[in-house]
């Protein structure tokens, strides 16, 4: 049961404009569900994508940033689970490229205007054939209405699916923006996969599209995954059909823009944040805030180092205010000329360490009650400089152990 | 149950001459057992330390800086469980020199001949007077033969009592070396506190006793603890009493030196070894080399990658040979150039990656076989340079889970 979160029914996924979605079974892992979705983006869209830092990434993941350099316009993504066609050398690349190509025979587009993802079990051939068989029956399902269906074909260990819509007005035009996502191993470095397509029918323009991007990525999905800690397959994918009867939008000043980022923001930052509140075995959200460093990076080194200590996640999993755990992982966050007497740190509202020690104030039962709570807020302040970042994480719970030595059975 | 290692019986750990031990019982926690020990080395004795690198390293571990800074030499270390006066400030300052005081005045020597050391939960006032109530029974109680008690009064989530003895000859005189360590959460970033005392009777010089301090360390709990990711508390203490009717080793290249030196480090390894064998929750024992990197810092980072990824640990927990994840946690090392695609590796002797794609001639059950043992070996080649290294670690379990999130209760 993810934390603080109710997935979306399927009538409050809004139809984007210009855009539809359909599902089918490929029979990928021993499953009979749906595991093969087409999006099919009507002429014109853009597409921009934010990508896994790890160096050994995933076929499709070299296929859509080449697709994406040369291509000004995206008209499919397809999408499978089951198999993450990672680590599979040259033959995962000939694959990845060999289902884009037939996309685009199915839907009369140029192989460089699709672009492939996958996620599940890594260093396993992709059963390319069965998901090329897979295609006609998506493109026979293909309807504004399918993100629901979408977002259930996508999902590996998530417990529910994770969606949002927004509905916004521009010049007396509706503006819709939806989005989806699937991941549920937001927990440590090595996560699971994570991919999350967050689409518009606002007619942004292509350039514009690719900061919007890497803006909305550092707000929401990095505040998840850091850089540099991700999984071969990592990929969020902004999407703008144009679709909406409204003038391009193409300079950042554009006063049209500002309703549609909001929303853009909003959705992202619901999904990433649904995807702690579903990390596998997740009893408690937790979100870290560290202020007061001498830049963002040393800040986001500290709050990974919290969010990554095992000692402190099994800690919130049994709401045990052992906050020496939370001092330790900020002294390990590889910040040498840190002065210990200067950090201080809350729960919530609650001051635990001031000057780096236990505050005077502290007592255990406040720690306690806050620990106790689904939802916990730690600020760390650091007291040598004004950069500021947040994180999300969730706890550390048999839960994660079982999902993730059972995995592949 | 620690894997693949048998504890010491009292009579396999060996008096070391110039040394007695003394335990008693200060109820530090709600427990009965003995918590404190007292060790008293005859005079001319030397001690040198290898100390945490975290930026919040506990008051005892100041005072042991300051100690072994002002004084030639050290006439006694005094260790509690249950407590480890860290994260404390300048009060926990106070109480570790107190003590030290308390224990100069119990064997009449100077304050700053005496080491400190603490170990369990951090952020809560260290009980000094009980501590200094205990030291006259600790020192009624010392005695040549007192290192099994020793280890067990030091023990904290450790399942089993850690210590190792070596006898060796040097001009017909016997020399011994025996050691004791404690700690078993050596399985992340954050793990809880280690500490090992090694100790010999050979005549070692101040200055070099130092050298080979810091050298058996990186040869033995270096590789578990790797620089930068410790506990508050971590301290490795190389002991000297120089007992042994000898003449002094001052020089490096003293060839009587030669079999002193293997026996220190045989103890070492062993204890350090033990440490993981039994981490918290731990079934399997996980040696991981990284070998052809450009540098010994890219081959440490490739290796904690691995060791520290939870999905890595737990795949290793199921004896599940899911590979793509050590894949994963390799490409996540942060080595920017790192190209997979020369980047192979193998599953004891089983080639499972090559050139950074499946190896033509892996089978998923060899590779079932070798995540089904016990002790597993895992190497990486980075196939860039001349560089290697070894780090231990083990898996990751739901016995993991449960001993963080009970810990204090």
Known sequence: MPVNYTPPTPEQLLPVRGITLGTAAA???????????????????????????????????????????????????????GNANAGTGDAGLAAARLTCVAVAKQIDCAPEEVL??????????????????????????????????????IMTTDTVPKGASRRIEIEGT??????????????????????????????????????????????????????GDTSTNDSFVLIASGAAPLRPIERRD?????????????????LSQAIVRDGEGATKFIAITVEGGRDISECERVARAIAHSP???????????????????????????????????WLDEILVVEDGGRAASYREEDGQRVMAKPEIGVRVALNRGNATTTVWTCDFSHGYVSINADYRS
Chains 1, 2 share one sequence.
């Open 116 to 153: 492939p993802f996958s996620t599940g079990v890594i260093m396993e051939p992709l059963p390319v054939d069965r998901i090329i068989d897979a295609l006609p029956r998506c493109a026979a399902a293909l309807t504004p209405g399918g993100w629901y269906a979408a977002v259930r074909a």
């Open 254 to 270: 554009d006063p049209r823009l500002v309703p549609v980022r909001a929303a853009l923001e909003e959705v992202a930052i619901e």
């Open 27 to 81: 029979g990928i892992k021993r499953w009979t569900r749906d595991d093969v979705l087409l999006v099919k983006l009507s002429p014109g869209s853009h597409a921009s994508g934010v990508f896994t830092q790890n160096r050994f990434c995933a076929a499709p993941v070299i296929v859509c940033r080449e697709h994406l350099a040369q291509s000004r316009h995206t008209r499919a993504l397809l999408i499978n689970a």
């Open 311 to 345: 000692l402190v996640k099994t800690a919130f999993f049994a709401s045990d205010p052992n906050l020496g755990r939370i001092v330790c992982a900020i002294g390990n966050a590889g910040i040498a000329d840190l002065d210990p007497g200067r950090v201080s740190f």
């Open 174 to 227: 509706a503006v819709t923006v939806t989005g989806i996502a699937k991941g549920a191993g937001m927990m440590a470095p090595n996560m699971a996969t994570m991919l999350a397509f967050v689409a518009t029918d606002a007619p942004i323009a292509g350039g514009l599209l690719r900061d919007l991007a890497a803006a909305i990525a550092d707000l929401s999905f990095n505040r998840v995954t850091i850089d």
